[in-house]
């Protein structure tokens, strides 16, 4: 329950009566003795409930009204009023104020009406992340295809965390997209107007690791030419992705773990500290526990980066996704390179849901876009001439089954409906093809 009250009042006696009915109430109570100072100090997002008098020097409390109202409309505001200001009061709330105590008023009036705006302004933040939290996903959506339950697990978590100051840990195989999460979790978050700042940890050499970190003054070390501003630095505000980060050298493992305990770093050749306020999303094939129980791994910095841990399936375990991705990435090649997308043979989409996909996504991508060239390997080019005309049946009964499924959600009856089946029929045919209900009952 929310709890936050700002008082505004220029008698200071009845500031100090106020706070200590409140206080004394469980409420959290901050005073003001003039509206200027509270809207210079009023936080971004101010989930309570304001009481102001009416009458004060300076900006009143009707100008005050004013002026919240352009700062969040839904924002409930109390007017204090003397007798002579009732009227005044009545056409304030038409304006949008909550309501109105006359003074002198009892502590039960003013609790009565602090608790029904407190519940309103509960319900209107409430009301309000619910819509963020579902536009969110919408978009993540678009970034992020596909049916399966793993995926849809994975949108669901980016979206709860991507608003959240918690540091993440992404598992999964070479091109499963681990860069693109790490961009959603920071494009979608409060930091998507910071810098996000990617770096491959098996790409640098490691006698460059630390300069590369945390930058250099001039003359640091040998070839230190000019002043350098290092990765942690620069992702100051922001979100820093490390991936592979297994590959970092133990020595820098140390020293990242210290910045983000202490929230500050020093650049190589100066004593001066420089605090860095970021956000840590890294990415790993293997599991850090493991490494750190071999020694190669700091088990105290896995368990630092490891606040949340996403996992992203491989692509053979969600072939169910390959039509939607491979679509995708045929639509845009044909797109950008001003060609069309051919469509695929029974054969082609035979091929591509029994492929095992070691570069997972990566690797589909490039199959399409290849394909959109016609640069397409033999082995796919040619797969209708080696297979039978059965063969090439069955990949597309399975493709219109698993399409009729995603369309209704794993509602059996409508997919009965749509493609005329008898119910056994489907049946056979779903576990011919390793289809299950279940995969399809939350897409959303």
């Excluded at 933040?125 to 939290?133: A, G, K, M, P, S």
């Excluded at 959603?184 to 050499?205: M, T």
């Excluded at 996504?361 to 796919?380: S, T, Y």
Aim: hydrophobic share 40%; glycine share 6%.
């Amino acid at each position: 329950m929310l709890n936050s009250v700002i008082v505004i009042d220029d008698e200071a006696s009845i500031r100090n009566a106020v706070e200590q009915w409140l206080s004394l109430s469980g409420f959290e109570v901050q005073l003001f003795s003039c509206a200027e100072e509270c809207l210079n100090q009023l936080p971004a997002h101010f989930a309570g409930v304001i009481v102001s008098d009416v009458r004060m020097p300076g900006m009143g409390g009707l100008a005050l009204l004013s002026r919240l109202q352009q700062f969040d409309q839904d924002l409930p505001v109390i007017l204090l009023t003397g007798h002579g200001d009732v009227p005044m009061a009545v056409e304030a709330m038409r304006d949008g104020a909550y309501d109105f105590l006359e003074k002198p008023f009892s502590p039960e009036a003013l609790l009565s009406s602090l608790r029904r705006a407190l519940e309103k302004r509960q319900l209107v933040l409430e009301n309000r992340r619910l819509h963020e939290q579902a536009a969110r996903r919408e978009q993540i959506e678009g970034r992020l295809l596909g049916v399966s339950r793993s995926l849809q697990t994975l949108r669901r978590q980016i979206t709860d965390l991507a608003p959240l100051p918690v540091n993440v840990l992404i598992r999964g195989e070479t091109g499963s997209g681990k860069e693109l999460v790490a961009r959603c979790l920071h494009d979608f978050g409060p930091r998507a107007d910071k810098p996000f700042v990617a770096l491959n940890c098996a790409a640098i050499p490691e006698h460059l690791f630390e300069a590369e970190l945390f930058g250099h003054e001039n003359g640091a070390f040998t070839g230190a030419q000019g002043k350098r501003i290092g990765k942690l630095e620069y992702a100051d505000g922001g979100t820093l992705f490390l991936d592979e980060i297994e590959s970092m050298p133990l020595a820098q493992q140390a020293k990242l773990l210290r910045v983000l305990q202490e929230q500050k770093l020093e650049r190589l050749g100066s004593n001066q500290s420089i605090h860095v306020d970021l956000r840590v999303v890294a990415a790993t094939k293997p599991d850090l526990l493991d490494e750190a129980r071999a020694g190669r791994f700091r088990e105290d910095l896995a368990y630092r980066l490891t606040v949340a841990e996403l996992r992203l399936a491989p692509l053979r375990e969600r072939r169910e996704d390959i039509p939607m991705l491979y679509d995708f990435f045929s639509q845009h090649a044909a797109q950008r390179m001003e060609r069309s997308a051919a469509p695929l043979t029974g054969g082609q989409l035979s091929y591509l849901l029994s492929h095992s996909w070691p570069g997972n996504v990566r690797e589909l991508a490039n199959v399409a876009e290849r394909h959109v060239l016609g640069l397409d390997d033999p082995q796919f080019d040619d797969i209708d001439a080696s297979q039978s005309l059965v063969a090439q049946q069955e990949a597309f009964e399975a493709h219109c089954l698993r399409a009729a499924l995603t369309r209704h959600k794993g509602d059996i009856k409508a997919v009965l409906h749509e493609l005329q089946l008898p119910r056994r029929t489907l049946n056979e045919k779903m576990q011919r093809h390793g289809l299950v209900r279940e995969t399809f009952l939350m897409i959303e």
